[in-house]
């Protein structure tokens, strides 16, 4: 006898459910886990508890419905992990990057723009700081020191998180495209004008792309924060 129309499409779905918990899990370990002993040990825990909770529906221990609330309640828990050490291992990078970028502002200008470079290096070290306390207490909320002065300054925690946000859009842009001397360029006595070119032209594609995927999330949390204050 058929199983009822139903059943049959509630148990594909279960199914499907725990495949696709299965390939989220192996790409992940794929982008996160070097070590290739602990990648299959997490795949296949992964893989244990989605047949885990397969067999617990088949036994009827579970309803369909929960089985697959489960699987995907665990497939958006690992989402939420992965976008947790993704942002903050990318706002690490991009502290390190504004460090080097600020002392390197300082240090081409011949000290005339060491007040943006400093600001800009300073944002850095505050930005490294909070998102490597975030990575090792698993948290985030840290606020360094840098961005707790920012909220006394305008006297609200809000205030001062979008004033520090787009400050650090600011660097970002400056950093990018003020006129630094070029790799290529001559001089006999002092340079000319054609010896200068906008920072970004000679700037690696891999630093490009982690302070353009770093800004774009500070843009996200600024934008959050105006949001939250006109409710």
Request: charged letters at 20%; glycine letters at 12%; hydrophobic letters at 35%.
């Amino acid at each position: 006898m058929a199983e009822p129309k139903s059943n049959t499409s509630e148990t594909k779905q279960l199914k499907q459910a725990a495949v696709a918990l299965t390939n989220h899990a192996c790409t992940l370990s794929m982008q996160h886990i070097q070590d290739g002993m602990l990648r299959l040990q997490f795949n296949r825990e992964v893989a244990y508890y989605a047949q885990g909770i397969v067999r617990d529906v088949e036994g009827g221990r579970k309803s369909v419905a929960q089985g697959v609330e489960a699987l995907w309640g665990e497939h958006a828990d690992l989402r939420e992990k992965s976008w947790f050490y993704f942002k903050n291992g990318l706002g690490m990078a991009a502290g390190a990057l504004q460090i080097t970028g600020g002392v390197g502002i300082c240090y081409g200008s011949l000290g005339l723009a060491c007040i943006p470079g400093a600001g800009i290096a300073l944002h850095g070290a505050n930005n490294v700081y909070e998102n490597a306390n975030n990575l090792v207490n698993k948290r985030s909320d840290t606020e360094g020191f840098l961005r707790q002065a920012y909220q006394k300054a305008f006297r609200s925690k809000s205030g001062g998180n979008i004033a520090y946000g787009l400050m650090d859009i600011w660097g970002s842009g400056y950093g990018a495209y003020r006129l630094a001397i070029s790799k290529n360029s001559w001089k006999l006595f002092r340079n000319i004008d054609s010896d200068y070119i906008r920072a970004y032209k000679e700037t690696a594609p891999w630093i490009l792309t982690t302070d353009g995927l770093s800004t774009g999330i500070t843009t996200y949390g600024v934008a959050n924060e105006l949001l939250r204050d006109e409710k």
